[in-house]
């Protein structure tokens, strides 16, 4: 695994990319000296647990052959208070599951994925407290 950082302006403006092209874009806010322009590389830690689960939780479910429509995962954390470097203290995922999925095969995924396959989450549960739920909705109620 092998990944390239551009540095783009005079400040914190980066852009990443992978072996095979693939680009994301950093930043730092703009309190911090950036303007913004990418993820934080914090929010990619996020983005990558938010990430790696989902794509359990989808193979798990076409294992399971669930009709999983769609999925939409919201990830929350709290950071350190006033400590350098301020390490995720909590960070919380709620998975919306679309489709006419059972309810236990879904709730099964959700728990292997975080408690036994996401690697990212393996790595920062060292640190913080990791919790979530699910909730499924019928496919006629996907919005």
Do not use: W
Request: glycine residues 6%; hydrophobic residues 40%; negative net charge.
């Amino acid at each position: 695994m092998k990944i390239e950082i551009e540095r783009l302006n005079d400040a914190f403006h980066m852009e990443a990319t992978n072996e095979r092209g693939n680009k994301i874009q950093l930043d730092s806010s703009a309190a911090s000296g950036g303007h913004d322009l990418g993820f934080s590389p914090m929010q990619l830690m996020l983005a990558g647990i938010g990430g790696c689960s989902t794509i359990d939780i989808v193979d798990i479910m076409k294992k399971q052959r669930e009709n999983l429509q769609d999925i939409k995962v919201t990830v929350t954390a709290e950071r350190e208070k006033d400590k350098t470097p301020a390490l995720f203290a909590s960070i919380h995922l709620h998975y919306r599951l679309f489709g006419d999925v059972n309810k236990e095969k879904a709730q099964r995924a959700v728990e292997l994925s975080m408690d036994k396959y996401c690697s990212v989450a393996k790595i920062l549960e060292k640190t913080a407290n990791i919790t979530y739920d699910f909730e499924v909705i019928a496919a006629n109620a996907h919005a």
